[in-house]
């Protein structure tokens, strides 16, 4: 049986984690707010440019230079996967999610007798593929810290997105990252980049898009157009994904630290009765002691 | 007087977003005023001004852009551009030792910043649209 002092002292280790975990729920929850903030900042630009190019996509016919981020390379052998992870730890399943599904997603598309690169975005997913798949990784990003620096950071992992496009390294391009749904649920979530993928969202409108081509002017044309527009659109998805990571690894943590303050709550709650219940088992035992000594003389 | 409703978006957020007058937008073959029913147009900019202005042509507002695309149809004129300063908080020095520095430097990233510098002085000392 444990003495009284071993459980104080358990209750009060217990004690001071529930204190860290609910310094980190707090924490956690006020930069949820600002990320969400920022991530609903970015969105009318994105989609703006969304719809810009969904009535410009049509246009593209050849598949020369810039044009090629669109219509693909005609190829689909080399695959570059870019899983986007937290660089911290402690919020739960989210970053082992990803890599689970990008690990799964690399062996399916080996599976398929496909080259597949990895470029990993966040210390976690880095030294998860370090770990297992090393030769694989072409570059990694780390400590992005997309709520502060915010477009810039996006613009480094998009430029070099692009200059192993164009240098042919790669034919499809694919995220891997954590949407975030709501505060407290994220859905890993899988994205072609490069080619585009306009198919879901110019599909229904195709109707009326023929009658927008039809009255918009374009300066300086269509082609030149697109191809400023194409890589921009590259950079933006970048963002827009590592914004909405950010917002979602944060909203992670702060379920996680709820979940683990309370589990320490219970815990302290049953150490607590344990100890009551020793220290009345002392008495009674001392009691005793002092009852059948009495007795005896 | 009509109004046309102007949205400036940047990547990180909305900047500015109202109606008004007119608007001056950097086209990239030449710079193009919108009045409100100005035909529908998909433009892509060039690093220069943006000047908005009220009903009665008093200049609202100006930003430099540093590039983007600007949508314009008769009710509304969106300006999408990659950063965006009000003119009055650009430091004329500050850019000034930036193309320096940037001058000698052979690398693209380094002559498109050191374009858009230019463009930043240059749209300094220009007076230009001030007043209509």
């Keep these: 049986m444990p003495s009284l002092k071993d459980i104080k002292t358990q209750i009060n ?17 006020s930069k949820l707010r600002r990320s969400q903030e920022k991530a609903e900042a970015a969105r009318p630009y994105s989609s703006r440019l969304e719809e ?17 981020l669109l219509t693909g390379t005609g190829n689909d052998q080399n695959y570059i996967v870019v899983p986007v992870s937290a660089d911290r730890g402690l919020c ?14 690399v062996k399916s598309l080996e599976g398929d007798g496909k080259n597949v690169q990895i470029m990993p975005v966040g210390k976690k997913s880095r030294d998860f593929f370090n770990r297992v798949m090393k030769d ?11 709520s502060n620096t915010g477009y810039e950071s996006a613009l480094q992992v998009s430029n070099k997105l692009q200059e192993l496009y164009f240098e042919g390294k790669f034919d499809k391009c694919i995220l891997i990252f ?12 899988q994205q072609q980049l490069i080619p585009l993928d306009v198919s879901d969202s110019s599909k229904e409108e195709n109707v009326d898009d023929s009658a927008v081509k039809a009255i918009y002017d374009y300066e300086p044309d269509e082609e030149t157009i697109l191809k400023d527009l194409l890589p921009k659109n590259v950079s933006i998805q970048i963002f827009k994904v590592l914004l909405e990571s ?6 992670a943590r702060m379920a996680a630290m709820d979940n683990a303050t309370r589990n320490a709550g219970e815990m302290i709650d049953s150490l607590t009765l344990k100890y009551n219940r020793t220290r009345q088992a002392f008495i009674t035992k001392e009691l005793i002691e002092i009852i059948s000594g009495a007795e005896s003389i | 007087m009509a109004k046309i409703s102007f949205d400036l978006v940047s990547p990180e957020n909305l900047i500015f977003n109202d109606e008004v007058g007119m608007i001056i937008v950097p086209g990239k073959d030449g710079d193009f005023g919108v009045l409100p029913g100005h035909s529908k147009v998909m433009s892509s900019l060039r690093p220069g001004r943006v000047m908005v202005y009220g009903e009665d042509k008093n ?13 314009v149809n ?47 002085i240059e749209a300094l000392d220009s007076s230009f649209y001030e007043k209509i």
């Excluded at chain 2, 001058?103 to 463009?119: F, G």
């Design chain 1, 13 to 29: 280790s217990v004690g001071s984690t529930k204190k860290i975990t609910s310094a980190m729920k707090m924490v956690a929850a």
């Design chain 1, 92 to 105: 739960g399943g989210f970053n082992s999610s990803i890599n689970r599904e990008t690990f799964k997603l």
């Design chain 2, 74 to 120: 008769p009710e509304k004129c969106i300006v999408l551009a990659e950063s965006v300063d009000e003119i009055n908080t650009l430091e004329k020095s500050s850019i000034e030792k930036e193309v320096e520095e940037l001058k000698d430097q052979e690398t693209d990233a380094a002559k498109e910043q050191l374009s858009i510098a230019k463009a930043k």
């Design chain 2, 59 to 71: 200049l609202l507002k100006a930003f430099f852009v540093s590039g983007g695309f600007a949508e």
């Design chain 1, 246 to 251: 950010d917002a979602g690894e944060h909203g």
């Design chain 1, 52 to 68: 810009m190019l969904a009535s410009l996509a049509s246009s593209a016919s050849s598949g020369e230079g810039i044009i090629k």
């Design chain 1, 178 to 189: 954590n949407k975030f749904k709501s505060a407290i649920s994220q859905e890993v979530t």
């Design chain 1, 136 to 146: 694989q990784i072409t570059e990694s990003f780390v400590d992005l810290n997309i």
